[in-house]
């Protein structure tokens, strides 16, 4: 990535990445990818990614720090990768100068952490970027039965990220969309065969209309990037205009 240094560290064992631009302007932000999302020790996916790397770059070129983390692999919003969403979140804000209030670029089963992660902890988001979000985990899991060998395999991740047998794998599955006290800008792919925008990011923007909280869903087709890098840049510093409570 150029005009920023990459650092990594681990924390129980899983790798983290830190992008820190030559000129930060005190903003932070977690970006998580979805299934098959990796962070190694120089290198992320998204930083290997043709199209998502355009982001992270205008990401770093407008000052942002930036930070990842591996969380165990296809983690599937497990108590564990939520657990270490928090302690990665607290140790670098304790070692950058940044502002506590972050902004979330999470895409996938990224998204369904982010989010619980956001509610359970109550961690301040200024804003959530969504892209193709899983957040209704039973009705991802109940489609994909129609493809049983996907599903075999899909079952013993989610009991390895459940720490629970491929029995028990059932008792995890919820329809439960997380509250979300945060703005968020979401852009659905129409064309994803495993997150439908009925089943998913339309489950959420219901729950958001209830609350009267800010919500913008967009739909369209792969690929995203670079096209909505603008969008998304523009949306993040609606809400930079407070240092604590930005809405």
């Avoid at 940044?98 to 956001?118: D, F, K, Q, S």
């Avoid at 979000?133 to 989610?158: G, H, S, V, W």
């Avoid at 459940?162 to 008792?171: A, G, K, N, P």
């Avoid at 369209?220 to 096209?227: E, W, Y």
């Amino acid at each position: 990535m150029q005009n920023a240094i990459t650092r990594s560290f681990q924390l129980d064992r899983e790798n983290c990445l830190l992008h820190i631009p030559e000129q930060p302007n005190g903003y932070l932000i977690l970006y998580l990818g979805d299934a098959g999302h990796y962070v190694e020790e120089d290198r992320s996916f998204w930083e290997e990614h043709r199209g998502r790397s355009t982001l992270l770059q205008a990401l770093v070129d407008q000052g942002y720090t930036l930070y990842t983390s591996e969380l165990y692999g296809n983690h599937w919003g497990s108590d564990a990768a939520i657990d270490l969403l928090n302690r990665v979140y607290h140790h670098v804000v304790r070692q950058e100068i940044v502002n506590p209030y972050i902004h979330v670029v999470a895409e996938g089963m990224g998204a369904l952490a982010a989010l619980r992660w956001h509610e359970q902890q109550e961690i301040p988001v200024r804003s959530f970027v969504l892209v193709t979000p899983c957040l209704n985990i039973k009705a991802m899991y109940d489609e994909e039965r129609k493809n049983q060998l996907y599903f075999k395999r899909l079952t013993k991740e989610m009991a390895k990220a459940y720490s629970c047998t491929e029995l028990e794998v059932d008792q995890f599955m919820t329809e439960r969309i997380p509250e979300v006290q945060a703005p968020v800008l979401l852009f659905h792919d129409m064309a994803n065969p495993h997150y439908t925008v009925h089943e998913h990011s339309r489950r959420l923007e219901e729950k958001q209309e209830e609350v009267s909280a800010p919500f913008e869903l967009k739909l369209a087709i792969q690929p995203f990037f670079p096209r909505i890098n603008h969008t998304l840049i523009k949306f993040m510093k609606q809400y930079e205009k407070s240092i604590s409570n930005p809405y």
